[in-house]
């Protein structure tokens, strides 16, 4: 299914099921959230795409865009005085970038929605998935970071994919490339290799003695 959708480019990677504040404060996006609101609340939505290169804030700042992005939902709506917005969203569904139109002041483009599909041993895929992150959390425990509190992992491999990856600290193209897997099975194998790897990580980093240890005199007591 394809469809025109306002585009919002950011440095971050929007996942389905992941909500997204935003701060709206440039005149061509509280413009976007202006026609936004004239419109029914089921219609309130709009692209969130990573930029590739360039930066968000300024006229021809974002100077390439990823491929892959997804539709944002608009839930909440708060303004101030002096024109500026916070807006609450949800991210619901992915879509491929066909084609970018900057005749607005904002962007536009025409977006082709992607499917939600499991994938080919998607559930073996999913029942490896939770001691591989316990592992990884433990280890961020270890090595000083804080404990990635979750009541219970799901069981649906298209939702643990995205929890997973909304949980796990990657940079912005890895965590890209895994909105980018064609369905639930492929994230979760990538997901896999990337907990292990980050595990890995995190217990050699906290094998590492501290600085100086040893440096100075011997203590008589």
């Known amino acids: ?36 609101l004239a419109l029914p609340p089921d219609e309130r939505r709009f692209g969130v795409v990573a930029i590739r290169s360039g930066h968000e804030v300024g006229a021809g700042g974002a100077r ?64 490896a998935v939770p001691a591989a992150f316990a592992a990884y959390t433990g280890a961020l425990a270890d090595a000083g970071g804080d404990r990635i509190e979750v009541p219970e992992l799901p069981a649906d491999p298209l939702v643990l994919g995205y929890l997973i990856a909304a949980t796990l600290a990657l940079d912005l193209d890895e965590r890209q490339a895994l909105l980018a897997e064609p369905d639930g099975a492929s994230r979760l194998r990538t997901e896999l290799r990337l907990l292990r790897r980050e595990t890995a990580l995190l217990e050699a980093l906290s094998c590492v003695p501290a600085p100086g240890l040893g440096a100075g005199p011997a203590s008589p007591n």
């Open 1 to 36: 299914m394809s469809l025109r959708l306002p585009l919002f480019p950011l440095g971050t990677v929007l996942l389905p099921g992941l909500v997204l504040p935003l701060h709206v404060f440039e005149e061509r996006y509280r413009r976007l959230v202006s026609e936004l």
């Open 64 to 127: 390439a865009l990823h491929e892959i992005g997804c539709v944002a939902t608009v839930h909440d709506v708060e303004t101030y005085d002096d024109g500026r917005v916070d807006l609450t969203t949800t991210g619901t569904t992915r879509f491929r970038l066909r084609s970018v139109d900057d005749a607005l002041p904002y962007l536009t483009g025409e977006v082709e929605l992607l499917p939600e599909l499991p994938g080919e041993h998607a559930t073996a895929a999913a029942a």
